[in-house]
């Protein structure tokens, strides 16, 4: 036979309640052992002139300041911005010259590459995050 919670007396129905909100925020909140953690990327910052590494992606900085540039899309621009000099190892074909400002996000050989902070200065400085290209199934 099925009894409701209504049937029991009032002095149970509130703890009951309690215990079985708690239990539900345990087992809903808990996460395997296993699970992946949320890919960040990689941040790092790189001096005008200096080049980063990563994989087999490199990225060069040429120049940080303000004033006018074409952005990546060919569109006159006015502000700050940087130069960064994209290649990936083995293949010249990827090889490529952008202006960039804050926000940006560049794509690369399956690599994609947020444009975080430009620094200007005597010797600038660009913070950027990267996210390699994904993993294949197969690996």
């Excluded at 000099?85 to 202006?99: H, M, N, W, Y």
Aim: proline share 6%; glycine share 12%.
């Amino acid at each position: 036979m099925r009894t409701s919670m209504t049937h029991l007396p009032i002095s149970l129905r509130w703890p009951l309640a309690a215990l079985l909100l708690l239990l539900q925020a345990v087992v809903l909140g808990a996460a395997p052992a296993s699970a992946p953690a949320k890919d960040v990327g990689f941040e790092w910052s790189i001096e005008e002139g200096a080049q980063f590494n990563f994989d087999k992606l490199s990225i060069g900085l040429g120049y940080t300041g303000g004033g006018p540039y074409l952005n990546v899309v060919g569109a006159m621009m006015d502000g700050l911005h940087a130069r960064v000099e994209i290649t990936v190892e083995g293949d010249p074909s990827k090889f490529r010259q952008a202006d960039v400002c804050e926000g940006e996000i560049l794509l690369a050989a399956g690599y994609r590459i947020l444009i975080e902070k430009i620094i200007p200065g005597q010797k600038g400085i660009l913070v950027l995050r990267v996210w390699g290209p994904p993993k294949s199934a197969d690996k």
